[in-house]
Structures are given as C-alpha cells and as structure tokens.
C-alpha cells in the first residue's frame, strides 16, 4: 500500500515504525514529508521511508496519506494541500479537534477518517477512536481497522461530539498517569529512597493495580476500600485528597482538555 505522511513527529513516525513492522507498507512505498531540509536529514538517518521536503505530486500519489501535523499548524498546511490529493485517497487525519467538516471543506477532499490515537500506540498498546466522512465506504473502513489496528486497539464511534472528549480522556490519558507517577516517584525521594527504588516501587506498583483492577469484578470504591484499613495510611492520605477537592481538581482538568479540543474545532473551523 501507498502511504504518506505528512507530520512526521512523534505520532507519524510512531505509524511509520507501525505499518513497516506489520508489512502494511514497504520503505519504497513510504513517503515521508519533511518540514524542512534539517527535518529531512533526522528522517532519512531513520531509513523507514523515502523523505521528501515539500507537498509534491508524487507524494500525493498515494492510496493513504496520514495527517498528523500540529492541530494550529493544520490552516497552513491544508492550504498547500487543497486541491493536490488525489480523490480516491483515504486521508486519516488525527489532530485533536479538528472536525471532519472542517478537513473536508479546507482540504476539498472526500474520504476522510478522523482518528485519535494515544501514545501507547508506539508499543502496539494503544487506543484509537475514530469517525469516517459520510462518503467513507467500507473499503475505506476496513483500510482504516487494517491500518490502524497495527498500533493497537480500535473502535469507531458515530457521534463526533464525543470525539472532544476522547481527546481529552485517552488522547491525553497517559500524561495525566505519567503526572501522578512523576508525584509519588518524586516524593518517595523526599522520604529518602534513591531514584531507582523509587521508581520500581511507583512503576510495579501501578503495573500491578492495573491488574488486579482489570483481573477481577470488583468495583472501583470496593477496590479502594479493600486497600484503605480503619485508621491506616490509605485513609490518611485519600482523607487529605478529598479535604483538598483533588477529585474536583482532577475532573475540571479533564473538562478543561475536552473544552480545548473544541476551542481548537473553533479555531480551525473558521
Ligand atoms: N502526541 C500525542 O500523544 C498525540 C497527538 N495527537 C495529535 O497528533 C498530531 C501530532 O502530534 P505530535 O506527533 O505529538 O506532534 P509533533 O510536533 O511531534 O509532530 C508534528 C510534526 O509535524 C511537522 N510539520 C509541521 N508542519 C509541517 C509541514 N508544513 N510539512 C511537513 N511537516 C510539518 C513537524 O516538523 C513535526 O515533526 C497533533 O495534531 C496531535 O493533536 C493525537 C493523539 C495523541
Ligand atoms: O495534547 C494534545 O493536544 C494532543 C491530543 C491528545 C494528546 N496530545
């Protein structure tokens, strides 16, 4: 398959890596777009694909081509692109917040799929919603799953208002975990534990809630009750994050990342 990548950061090297590892593409059929002659020189000494600086028409020549520059770099790019792709290409796009109305009309195209991935996407560990344009086919959808499915798990929804929020829950999701790790990592050093046994403590200790959470039928209070004794620490320190509104913190930030995805549609809808 054909496929090209405009946007190749760490999301779009993260598909580069993905669909040469499960033979969805080849180096001679992976064009990669470099922003400028540095960018091409960091690309090449990657050896995943061909690069190439610049929208050119044997670039567009293709029967995929991937988005993923920065959502406030999308006005300039989409207008270089307009009118270049060719209209039986499938364009995934996967900025946050910018609409499938919006890629369609600035970028006079078609089939197109709009995709959030997340970042454990670079370890096959990832989870990607996305929505294809109306005039999708399930040609398109099955390019998509097959394509997709290469860094992880996905699901289609059809609602794309909900898309805001799937930004800000699993597209952002793993800064938040790598947020709280980076806290009690940070304070195990405060209680006098060097930095690598204060990392395997936080690290194991999540990898291993993790499990017992998706392992049993237990509920998420009756999980956090099992582990708070009467009287013990637990307690000490979930009285002290309630006490601090860290629920009501925790769950203004994720609206605040759900309402920038939509001031982003705004932004790049105009
Ligand atoms: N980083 C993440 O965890 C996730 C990011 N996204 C979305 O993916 C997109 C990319 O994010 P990242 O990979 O993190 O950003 P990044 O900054 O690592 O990559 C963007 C790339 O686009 C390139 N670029 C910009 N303008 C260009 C142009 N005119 N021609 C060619 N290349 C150009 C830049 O040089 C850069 O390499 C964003 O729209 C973001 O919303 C979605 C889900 C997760
Ligand atoms: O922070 C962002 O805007 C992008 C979208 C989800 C993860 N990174």
Redo the contacts with the bound molecule.
């Keep these: 398959m054909k496929i090209t990548i405009?946007?190749?950061?760490?999301?779009?090297l993260t598909y580069a890596r993905a669909f040469l590892q499960y033979h969805k593409t080849t180096f001679d059929d992976l064009t990669l777009?470099?922003?400028d002659e540095k960018?091409a020189t960091e690309l090449n000494s990657m050896k995943l694909g061909k690069v190439i600086t610049g929208i050119t028409p044997d670039a567009m020549q293709c029967d995929v081509l991937i988005l993923?520059?920065?959502?406030q770099?999308f006005i300039?790019?989409a207008g270089?692109l307009k009118g270049k792709i060719p209209p039986e290409t499938l364009l995934i796009s996967?900025?946050?917040g910018v609409k499938l109305d919006t890629l369609q009309e600035k970028l006079g195209h078609k089939y197109i799929v709009r995709a959030?991935?997340?970042?454990p996407a670079q370890f096959g560990m990832g989870i990607t919603v996305y929505i294809p344009s109306s005039d999708a086919n399930v040609h398109h959808l099955s390019t998509v799953e097959n394509l997709l499915n290469t860094t992880g798990r996905t699901f289609m929804i059809e609602n794309e208002n909900l898309m805001d929020g799937v930004?800000a829950l699993s597209?952002s999701g793993?800064a938040y975990f790598y947020y709280i790790v980076k806290i009690m990592t940070d304070t195990a050093k405060k209680m006098g534990f060097d930095e690598s046994l204060a990392n395997l403590l936080v690290m194991h200790t999540m990898h291993g809630a993790f499990h017992v959470m998706n392992n049993s039928d237990t509920g998420l209070d009756e999980l956090i009750r099992k582990v708070a004794s009467k009287g013990g620490t637990t307690e000490a320190a979930l009285k002290t994050m309630k006490d601090n509104k860290f629920d009501e913190i925790f769950a203004t930030a994720l609206l605040n990342a759900e309402k920038r995805s939509k001031e982003l549609s705004e932004l790049n809808g105009k």
């Design positions: 405009l946007g190749c950061g760490n999301m779009g777009i470099a922003k960018h993923a520059v920065k959502p770099d300039g790019v270089s996967i900025l946050a959030m991935p997340n970042m930004t597209g793993p």
